[in-house]
């Protein structure tokens, strides 16, 4: 039955030919094994190789990112706590430099006051000081005179007159 | 479309061939059948005589896609090749006539530059380190291999593509050689021949099947032929099935055949129109921009034809390994 086939297709488009097949699968698997160890071997190893030195190009890249954006966060958190720490030292010397001026201002006020009242003090007792001498020199002053109208006579309109003239004059004197 | 114009130009040259070889066969006794070929070529390259000029035209077109005995290079004679048989003692295949054909010839060729070219690539990719971009003909090898891995292999196959790559690179760089030498002149295309693609298709049915095995085991597989149905449908689904893996290879063998003798033949048959009009404007207007035309369509061709085996292999493949367990119990939970 297959020879007859044969026969019938034999010279057309469908012409059988177990020699060709034969040939066909011997060359094909040969071909294959052969290249197979020569060729595909060595190109696909290449590709998967270059594949995965591509993935792993771009995971590492990725981790640069992340670790870059990390350091990035890092440095913005360390800067806003130099900000704070700076802020808070500036404030600090501001506190202190008012209540430094604050201090001396009262200080100096008391200090002020201090020496106003021993002024005032001072001022008093030389006050005080004048008087007496003014006291000792009036009271001198009518000792002298009793003394003179004593040395003059016991008349008494001169005694008067005379005491009327001192304290004339000791009136004009002190103006 | 293009299924469609395959047919309509493949048919009367179907029977054609048969109408011819009824001839041959009567007028020359079995042994050299060539001989009776030779001389209608003859007749149509040394000018135009005798009466019937269509079936000479018919005929040399036929001896031009057909294999053949003789490796010819007119006008500058041919090469008579060797009629070989396997010795009688070899088991099964004992005395099978394995003659050195044409095709056989263009096979050989096809795999000595594979090797070659391969061979280079495959020593320049030993030495190229992961740093280094490949260039030249390793890089446009690249480009062929990687798109074969990635958009036919994996694609299809999906997971455990990386079993099947050699075959399918192999199957891809053979037929897309093949194609491609025979749009050499004097060259013969071997994949026009329809017990070559049979072979490629073999292998592609042996590949698929072993794979199907080895995916589901014995037990799955025959599951797999019931398609998930119930028992009863068993008598009509399991021919069916069974029948569809054959068909599958047909269906490669009959596509590749076919796409590849058409574009010669087409080619062919309009170089003879200005031969059968006897016209040099015909020559200069239809058949010489015509025949161009079909025959950068054909380098396309050659291409997507390697392509689309290559494609339907791995897709094959893929089917029969897929885990269809789970579309069948989705299927199964609704139908309770």
Request: net charge neutral; with cysteine; aromatic share 8%.
């Amino acid at each position: 039955m297959l020879t007859s086939g044969i026969i019938l297709l034999a010279g057309s488009l469908l012409e059988p030919n177990p020699g060709l097949i034969f040939w066909t699968a011997v060359t094909f698997v040969i071909v294959l094994l052969i290249l197979k160890k020569v060729a595909w071997g060595p190109i696909l190893g290449a590709l998967d190789e270059r594949e995965k030195g591509i993935q792993s190009s771009i995971d590492r890249a990725h981790q640069a990112k992340d670790e870059s954006e990390a350091i990035l966060l890092k440095n913005k958190q360390l800067l806003a706590k130099a900000d704070a720490e700076s802020d808070r030292i500036i404030r600090e010397g501001k506190d202190y430099a008012e209540k430094l001026r604050a201090d001396f201002t009262d200080k100096a006020q008391v200090e002020a006051k201090k020496m106003i009242a021993s002024a005032k003090d001072e001022i008093e007792q030389e006050k005080r000081r004048a008087l007496d001498v003014l006291r000792n020199e009036v009271a001198d002053l009518a000792v002298k005179g009793a003394e003179k109208i004593i040395k003059t006579a016991l008349d008494a309109d001169m005694q008067k007159k005379i005491v009327d003239t001192m304290i004339q004059d000791l009136s004009t004197k002190r103006n | 479309m293009a299924i469609i114009k395959v047919f309509a130009v493949l048919l009367p040259l179907l029977l054609s061939g048969y109408g011819i070889a009824a001839a041959s066969s009567e007028s020359s006794s079995g042994a050299s059948g060539n001989m009776a070929v030779t001389p209608a070529v003859e007749a149509v390259h040394g000018g135009v005589e005798a009466a019937p000029e269509e079936e000479k035209a018919g005929a040399v077109i036929m001896h031009h896609i057909l294999d053949n005995h003789v490796f010819s290079f007119e006008p500058f004679g041919s090469v008579e090749l060797p009629r070989l048989s396997l010795p009688a003692a070899v088991p099964v295949l004992g005395g099978l006539d394995i003659s050195v054909t044409k095709h056989v010839v263009m096979l050989w060729l096809v795999s000595a530059l594979l090797l070659i070219v391969f061979s280079v690539v495959g020593l320049k990719y030993k030495t190229l380190s992961s740093r280094q971009a490949p260039k030249g003909l390793a890089n446009a090898i690249e480009a062929l291999v990687d798109f074969v891995r990635l958009d036919v292999a994996k694609s299809n196959i999906g997971h455990g593509y990386e079993k099947h790559l050699p075959y399918l690179l192999t199957v891809f760089f053979f037929i897309l050689f093949c194609n491609l030498l025979g749009l050499i002149p004097y060259g013969a295309t071997a994949t026009g021949n329809v017990n070559v693609t049979l072979t490629l298709s073999i292998f592609t049915f042996f590949v698929t099947q072993t794979a199907a095995f080895k995916a589901h085991g014995v037990k799955g597989y025959l599951q797999h032929l019931t398609a998930g149905t119930h028992w009863s449908l068993w008598i009509i689904m399991v021919p069916i099935e069974i029948i569809g893996q054959f068909t599958k290879p047909f269906a490669l063998t009959v596509r590749l055949f076919a796409n590849m003798t058409a574009g010669h033949i087409i080619i062919l048959s309009l170089i003879f129109i200005s031969f059968i009009l006897k016209s040099y404007v015909v020559a200069a207007t239809v058949s010489v921009p015509f025949a161009i035309f079909i025959y950068l369509l054909e380098l396309f061709v050659a291409f997507l034809q390697a392509f689309v085996f290559t494609m339907l292999s791995a897709l094959f493949i893929g089917l029969a390994t897929a885990h269809s367990s789970h579309d069948e119990h989705e299927a199964a939970v609704a139908h309770h």
